[in-house]
């Protein structure tokens, strides 16, 4: 999702929740996403499914928006979303691609 949103996630965050932001940001964004094993493409399409998988639309919409700065094209967003149909069910898909849809929207609104 890139250094600029990393560091945006600190913006007005609230003494309280402040250790929690640090921790993702050294864990999630350092250590794992720094890894060798997987390039950062393959990464952004695993977090699609997991995020569809969890139902959390909030973070999948960042992290259409990594993938596609990753190099997932809109084609392999499609087909991810459609294997979580099959394994994560109809309605946790369906708002992902409502979501994905609503992002590469305003993407292209932007352009």
Same mark, same amino acid.
């Given at each position: 999702?890139?250094?600029?949103?990393? *560091? &945006?996630?600190? !913006?007005?965050?609230?003494?309280?929740?402040?250790?929690?932001?640090?921790? /993702? %940001? #050294?864990?999630?964004?350092?250590?794992?996403?720094?890894?060798?094993?997987?390039?950062?493409?393959?990464?952004?399409?695993?977090?699609?499914?997991?995020?569809?998988?969890? *139902? &959390?639309?909030? !973070?999948?919409?960042?992290?259409?928006?990594?993938?596609?700065?990753?190099? /997932? %094209? #809109?084609?392999?967003?499609?087909?991810?979303?459609?294997?979580?149909?099959?394994?994560?069910?109809?309605?946790?898909?369906?708002?992902?691609?409502?979501?994905?849809?609503?992002?590469?929207?305003?993407?292209?609104?932007?352009?």
């Amino acid at each position: 999702m890139g250094e600029a949103y990393v *560091n &945006r996630t600190f !913006e007005g965050v609230s003494d309280f929740c402040r250790p929690v932001q640090e921790l /993702v %940001t #050294e864990y999630a964004w350092g250590k794992v996403w720094s890894r060798p094993g997987l390039d950062h493409k393959t990464r952004s399409m695993l977090n699609l499914a997991m995020l569809t998988a969890l *139902n &959390r639309p909030q !973070e999948l919409a960042g992290h259409v928006r990594g993938a596609l700065n990753n190099g /997932v %094209t #809109e084609l392999q967003i499609q087909e991810v979303l459609l294997q979580t149909l099959i394994y994560c069910g109809a309605p946790a898909a369906l708002e992902s691609f409502r979501v994905t849809e609503s992002v590469l929207q305003d993407i292209r609104n932007q352009h």
